[in-house]
């Protein structure tokens, strides 16, 4: 079903119903009520599907579709933890056999039970898969996720740098995740409407109450700030009926505004019943009609987070509030210097137009490395080189030149092409180190040539070259301007 496409090309602002699937026949039939109103203040409504969203055992967005009563319009996700290319293939035959055409590709956040230095774990990370589904598919409606709630320029920088490649990769439209800050919202739509072709924003939105803020601040990437957590305190200690009523009319007021400001549609987490939707959809079709400006938004939104005796509520960490646009930051001496030296060492390695780089086409190319034992030396070599050097596990698919020569493989997921979403203030999702893609921003800010370099579309390592030598790959024949 084309519902989602077709107000997207059409203009209309629409509904999308978040669903995380669980096995509950409880759960599918409330779904299927919710879904059966048909729309959502007169918005189309669609179902969106997650997938991976507790664990890689959790009802697959398909059998989960299979499971609701009646076929509705649906958008699948595509998590890409522990993935490889082979099992998204495999799922866009079924998406085929189910008539189903559109997709949220999502990277996805910690998979359940991964822990960086025990078993590796790899994600197909969306740029990718995009790439994959594009080429397959050139028709379907594909999204991607955005993340504008961040607050160091690093990881604001680099969110926005991945999310110009996801358009590039193929992306129709972007889902932003979830946020409460408007500004930041502002922020994504002024920076969508820079872009050489710009698409549609979905924003993804919840009631927030004190028991959600809560569990929120146990979902990577999701920012809820001191002084929300206080007024949303105040406010339970009051009444849980007064706490509630106040977090959907904030709801409400985020839905209107967001549609003045002329986002696509809005992505609605945490809506479990029939009658929530009821009481939701009073609360929209009440702002709409008593809110007539722009001021009289920001006057009832400013109230809405207001509570007497509470401190005045910022949406950003108190450590920092970084807005895009702003730039500030540089390399330390040691980032800048790595990168030129190891740009350095590079091309004299790696480039025709040195004796150095010939010489070393000439000897990892030679038929000894490409039999069984010398294809295992040539693997030890590499690794005993360039481990101490960048952490290389050999993936023998080298994207140093693209990544500023900080190895993808040092991201506990894997990623090439920039962060995930659930870095917090420049910290890795895994809170153990800071996120390389930080660093990767940082650096290239010292470096115009490394910083281009750094937005090519970079593909998934396949599952069949790893742990082999890149080197041989390196000079293949059909490498324009390599050593032959």
């Not at 697959?60 to 958008?75: F, G």
């Not at 070393?360 to 039999?371: L, T």
């Not at 790893?466 to 000079?475: G, M």
Request: hydrophobic share 40%; charged share 20%; aromatic share 8%.
């Amino acid at each position: 079903m084309t519902v989602l496409k077709n107000a997207l090309q059409q203009g209309q602002f629409v509904c999308i119903l978040e669903f995380v699937p669980k096995p509950s026949a409880q759960r599918f039939a409330q779904v299927a009520a919710m879904m059966a109103r048909g729309g959502f203040c007169g918005w189309p409504l669609t179902v969106s599907i997650g997938d991976r969203v507790g664990s890689a055992l959790d009802l697959s967005p398909l059998d989960a579709y299979d499971c609701l009563p009646e076929p509705v319009p649906a958008l699948l996700h595509f998590s890409g933890k522990d993935r490889e290319r082979s099992e998204l293939l495999a799922q866009l035959q079924r998406m085929d056999a189910a008539g189903l055409a559109q997709m949220l590709v999502l990277t996805g956040d910690r998979l359940h039970g991964h822990v960086p230095g025990q078993r590796p774990v790899r994600y197909l990370e969306s740029v990718a898969a995009l790439g994959i589904i594009r080429q397959a598919r050139p028709d379907w409606l594909l999204g991607a996720a955005l993340n504008p709630f961040k607050y160091r320029e690093e990881e604001g920088g680099a969110q926005y740098f991945k999310a110009a490649k996801k358009l590039k990769a193929g992306a129709d439209f972007l889902d932003l995740q979830l946020g409460f800050d408007m500004d930041k919202h502002v922020e994504a739509l002024d920076w969508m409407q820079r872009q050489p072709q710009p698409r549609p924003l979905i924003a993804c939105l919840l009631a927030l109450t004190v028991g959600r803020a809560k569990m929120l601040g146990q979902v990577a990437g999701v920012t809820v700030s001191a002084s929300m957590l206080a007024m949303l305190e105040a406010e339970a200690a009051v009444s849980k009926a007064f706490a509630q009523a106040r977090s959907v009319g904030r709801l409400a007021l985020q839905i209107v505004e967001l549609q003045r400001l002329g986002y696509a549609g809005v992505h609605l987490s945490g809506l479990h019943e029939a009658q929530q939707m009821d009481a939701l959809e009073a609360a929209v079709q009440a702002c709409q009609a008593q809110i007539r400006t722009p001021a009289a938004w920001q006057t009832a939104w400013n109230e809405a987070w207001h509570m007497p005796g509470c401190a005045p509520v910022t949406f950003h960490p108190e450590q920092a509030n970084w807005r895009q646009g702003q730039s500030h930051v540089q390399p330390s001496w040691r980032e800048a210097a790595r990168v030129k030296l190891l740009g350095g060492l590079h091309h004299q390695l790696f480039s025709a137009s040195t004796p150095l780089g010939r010489g070393f086409a000439w000897a990892v190319r030679r038929p000894f490395w490409q039999g069984r034992r010398g294809a295992r030396w040539l693997h030890w070599l590499e690794r005993r080189a360039k481990r101490p050097l960048v952490g290389c596990d050999t993936c023998g698919s080298c994207r140093l030149e693209q990544t500023v020569y900080i190895c993808p493989e040092t991201c506990p997921k894997g990623l090439a092409n920039g962060p995930c979403g659930g870095t917090q203030l420049n910290r890795c999702e895994f809170g153990d180190r800071e996120c390389i893609h930080s660093v990767r921003y940082r650096t290239a800010k010292a470096d115009p040539q490394a910083a281009l370099a750094s937005q090519a579309l970079i593909d998934c390592v396949n599952v069949e070259t790893r742990h082999r030598s890149s080197w041989p790959q390196w000079f293949d024949a059909n490498r324009p301007g390599e050593p032959r």
